[in-house]
Structures are given as structure tokens and as C-alpha cells.
């Protein structure tokens, strides 16, 4: 399947409840990535996300899903099924403004 094909499978939608843990994994796995090929010589090996601070995101973002569901979204790869969420975007408001 070439990329054209892929994207036409790809749709966003609010996020819901469900979504969090994949959010999460997808958080932790991109930002753990990028802490990898930022590190300088003589820095510690970045380590992944510990289970409890892995919860204490979903906490955080369940809030913020609760508060402001309309600036909480998803992209999932219709194809890959439920392991499919490829994507996510977190906003706050407050008063007129959003916080991304």
C-alpha cells in the first residue's frame, strides 16, 4: 500500500475515553524518541515513561478531555483496527484563548 492509499484511511475524530492509554504509548514513545537523538555524549540513556507517571498523564489528560473536549482529537488509521490511533492533539481554553 503507497502512502496515498494509507491516507485515505486516516481520519480525525474527537478523542474519547478509550483513546487515552494509546495517547499515552504514543506520548511517551515519540518524546522517550526524540530524548534519544537530542542526548549529548555523557548524558544518561534516556529510559522510558515509568507506569506511574504513564498514569499520571491519562489523569491529565482526562481532565483536560473533560474541561475542554472540543480542543482534544485523534487521528486513527482506519485499517490497523483498535491499535490504529496514530496521532493526538491536546488544547486548553480559557477564556477566548487556546492553549495547544
Known amino acids: ?23 499515552e504509548r504514543a506520548s511517551a514513545t515519540t518524546l522517550l524518541e526524540a530524548d534519544r ?10 529510559r522510558p515513561r515509568p507506569a506511574a507517571a504513564s498514569r499520571q498523564w491519562i489523569d491529565r489528560m482526562r481532565h483536560f478531555r473533560t474541561e475542554d473536549p472540543g480542543g482534544c482529537w ?4 482506519e485499517s490497523e483496527g483498535d491499535d490504529g490511533l496514530i496521532g493526538f492533539a491536546i488544547s486548553q481554553n480559557r477564556g477566548p484563548s487556546w492553549f495547544r
Open 74 to 77: 485523534v487521528a486513527v488509521d
Open 1 to 23: 500500500m503507497d502512502r496515498i492509499d494509507r491516507l485515505d484511511s486516516v481520519r480525525a475524530r474527537p478523542l474519547c475515553a478509550d483513546d487515552l492509554p494509546a495517547a
Open 37 to 46: 537523538r537530542s542526548g549529548r555524549v555523557g548524558e544518561p540513556e534516556p
